[in-house]
């Protein structure tokens, strides 16, 4: 690509790009400030909170003397979720790949991985050798790469039982541990870029339905083929990736332990705290991370279900289309030499307008009215009968979160179902219930599907129940046990 080609990707990046947009603004540090703040512990805040926290810095910003305008947070919010720089769904603001990017991009400049050289070379070199053997057509040169891998391996462990080690210099140490963290620091990027996708595809079917005359049932092949082409982008196959070695438990455990033993070690200190309390929870992070994947997943599919059925985009496609005939009129008579100011005594049939405010609007499908004829009212007592008494089995909650954190730590990462095998549901339907009020508490992975749990209750019989599945782990629960919101 020559000179000029080049000049016009960058021209069209500067203008499109919202990772640009956002490092150009005139507040830039400002909002990079704010966002790196506001998401320095959670990766979901509320609308409410943001913006009052938002509105704190304004204020503070106009008595310092470097903010000038009178704007409240809600405005400059909007904005920054219009530009892309935010995301906001069922009121709760979330970063987007591009205000990901561009802090990442400033904290590289901050930090800058100095003499790493060696590091990148043997990331290099090992993922090379590993896809050169993958790759390799020839079984028995594949055969002979591995069978050298494994008599290195084999010297290694020679030279270990001999009592010779090669220790790492502190610097070597220091360049490691840094380089551990910035290749975690970038995994968050892949789920913003697969949320990105999803969001895209469920923009273009909607549009795809409104501007076209699909049927229903040629919308759904094509959101199916849509589901299949996200699976094969970059950050889809990333995140496939990701999921497959979040099941795998043995991968899972030995990957906890080993960042929890190198947070351990003296070499650690070459970590500021956020970034080391970073690498102590990873796991836990990545796990909401892949949930929050899954939620969006199920709430678009469900959301173009709801805008199928409910008939809005041949509505809109109506609308659209008289709209396209009203701008083809409108240039018919301009290119004519009409005056489109020109007064008329043209009247339309169209009654009275019975809408005098926003609030007297009906809707279009109001629900139907609640039936409240068969309710009687009853007196609150301070009292509970002994049919209430005698409904309630008793389950301490707490007492079973710790049991299921010492199984998870002794069996590795399992689901509700598999759980039940090593500490039987022996309370019935609450038992079952506070188990699912454990995981949603740790912020367990949702797959995306059932599974089938047996209960027994006091009286002995079984219960068979249908539930999510959801896949818990050790490293999901925090240090002290009552933090959990049970």
């Given at each position: 690509?020559?000179?000029?080609g080049?000049?016009a990707?960058?021209?069209?990046?500067?203008?499109?790009?919202?990772t640009?947009?956002?490092?150009?603004a005139?507040?830039a540090?400002?909002?990079?400030?704010?966002?790196?703040?506001?998401f320095?512990e959670?990766n979901?805040?509320?609308?409410?909170?943001?913006?009052?926290?938002?509105?704190?810095?304004?204020?503070?910003?106009?008595?310092?003397g470097y903010?000038?305008?009178?704007?409240?947070a809600?405005?400059?919010?909007n904005?920054?979720?219009r530009?892309g720089?935010?995301?906001?769904?069922?009121?709760?603001?979330?970063?987007?790949?591009?205000?990901?990017?561009?802090?990442?991009?400033c904290?590289?400049?901050?930090?800058p991985?100095?003499?790493?050289?060696?590091s990148?070379?043997?990331?290099?070199?090992?993922?090379?050798?590993?896809?050169?053997v993958?790759?390799?057509?020839?079984?028995d040169a594949r055969?002979?790469?591995?069978?050298q891998?494994?008599?290195?391996?084999q010297?290694?462990i020679?030279?270990?039982?001999?009592?010779?080690s090669?220790?790492?210099?502190?610097?070597?140490?220091?360049?490691?541990?840094?380089?551990i963290?910035?290749?975690?620091?970038?995994?968050?990027?892949?789920?913003?870029?697969?949320e990105?996708?999803?969001r895209?595809?469920?923009?273009?079917l909607?549009?795809?339905?409104?501007?076209?005359?699909?049927?229903?049932?040629?919308?759904?092949?094509e959101?199916m083929e849509?589901?299949?082409?996200?699976e094969n982008?970059?950050?889809?196959?990333?995140?496939e990736?990701?999921?497959?070695?979040?099941?795998?438990?043995?991968?899972?455990t030995?990957f906890?332990?080993?960042?929890?033993?190198?947070?351990?070690?003296?070499?650690?200190?070459?970590?500021?705290?956020?970034?080391?309390?970073?690498?102590?929870?990873?796991?836990?992070?990545?796990?909401?991370?892949?949930?929050r994947?899954?939620?969006i997943?199920?709430?678009t599919e469900?959301?173009?279900?709801?805008?199928?059925?409910s008939?809005?985009?041949?509505e809109?496609?109506?609308?659209?289309?008289?709209?396209?005939e009203?701008?083809?009129?409108?240039?018919?008579?301009?290119?004519?030499?009409?005056?489109?100011?020109?007064?008329?005594?043209?009247?339309?049939p169209v009654?009275v307008p019975?809408?005098?405010?926003?609030?007297?609007?009906?809707?279009?499908q109001p629900?139907?009215?609640l039936?409240?004829?068969?309710?009687?009212?009853?007196?609150?007592?301070r009292?509970?009968?002994?049919?209430?008494?005698d409904?309630?089995?008793?389950?301490q909650?707490?007492?079973?979160a710790?049991?299921?954190l010492?199984?998870?730590?002794?069996?590795?990462?399992m689901?509700?179902?598999?759980?039940?095998?090593?500490?039987?549901?022996?309370?019935g339907?609450e038992?079952?219930?506070?188990?699912?009020?454990?995981?949603?508490?740790i912020?367990?992975?949702?797959l995306?599907?059932?599974?089938?749990?047996?209960?027994?209750?006091r009286y002995?019989?079984?219960?068979r129940?249908?539930?999510p599945?959801?896949?818990?782990?050790?490293?999901?629960?925090?240090?002290?046990?009552?933090?959990?919101?049970?």
């Amino acid at each position: 690509m020559n000179f000029s080609g080049w000049q016009a990707r960058f021209r069209r990046l500067q203008d499109e790009d919202a990772t640009w947009r956002l490092l150009r603004a005139d507040n830039a540090p400002i909002i990079l400030a704010f966002i790196a703040d506001l998401f320095a512990e959670e990766n979901e805040v509320s609308f409410d909170r943001a913006r009052i926290a938002l509105d704190t810095e304004l204020e503070r910003g106009r008595e310092l003397g470097y903010w000038s305008s009178e704007s409240g947070a809600g405005t400059y919010l909007n904005q920054w979720i219009r530009k892309g720089w935010l995301r906001e769904m069922d009121d709760m603001l979330s970063k987007t790949d591009a205000s990901e990017t561009a802090l990442r991009f400033c904290r590289a400049l901050d930090e800058p991985a100095a003499g790493t050289s060696a590091s990148h070379l043997r990331i290099v070199q090992d993922a090379v050798r590993d896809f050169a053997v993958a790759t390799n057509p020839d079984l028995d040169a594949r055969a002979a790469q591995l069978e050298q891998q494994k008599r290195e391996i084999q010297r290694s462990i020679d030279e270990l039982r001999e009592g010779v080690s090669v220790e790492l210099s502190e610097s070597e140490q220091r360049e490691r541990i840094r380089e551990i963290y910035q290749l975690a620091s970038v995994l968050t990027g892949d789920f913003r870029r697969v949320e990105d996708d999803i969001r895209r595809i469920d923009k273009g079917l909607r549009i795809q339905m409104i501007e076209g005359d699909s049927s229903r049932g040629d919308v759904l092949l094509e959101l199916m083929e849509k589901e299949m082409l996200l699976e094969n982008t970059d950050a889809g196959s990333a995140f496939e990736g990701f999921f497959h070695l979040l099941c795998d438990q043995n991968r899972t455990t030995e990957f906890s332990d080993q960042l929890r033993d190198i947070l351990s070690l003296p070499v650690a200190q070459h970590l500021n705290q956020v970034q080391r309390q970073f690498l102590s929870r990873l796991m836990r992070e990545l796990s909401r991370e892949s949930e929050r994947v899954f939620s969006i997943r199920r709430r678009t599919e469900e959301g173009l279900r709801g805008y199928i059925e409910s008939g809005a985009a041949q509505e809109n496609r109506a609308v659209a289309h008289l709209l396209t005939e009203l701008e083809r009129s409108a240039v018919v008579l301009r290119e004519n030499g009409c005056n489109l100011n020109t007064q008329t005594r043209l009247e339309l049939p169209v009654g009275v307008p019975g809408i005098r405010s926003p609030m007297s609007m009906a809707l279009r499908q109001p629900d139907e009215n609640l039936d409240t004829s068969g309710v009687e009212e009853q007196a609150n007592h301070r009292e509970p009968s002994m049919e209430m008494l005698d409904s309630l089995e008793v389950v301490q909650i707490r007492q079973l979160a710790v049991r299921t954190l010492d199984t998870l730590r002794r069996h590795g990462p399992m689901t509700i179902s598999i759980l039940s095998s090593y500490q039987p549901l022996m309370e019935g339907l609450e038992e079952l219930v506070a188990c699912i009020r454990v995981a949603r508490a740790i912020h367990a992975t949702d797959l995306n599907t059932t599974e089938q749990v047996e209960a027994h209750d006091r009286y002995g019989i079984r219960i068979r129940a249908s539930i999510p599945k959801l896949l818990m782990s050790a490293d999901l629960f925090p240090d002290n046990i009552d933090e959990l919101t049970l």
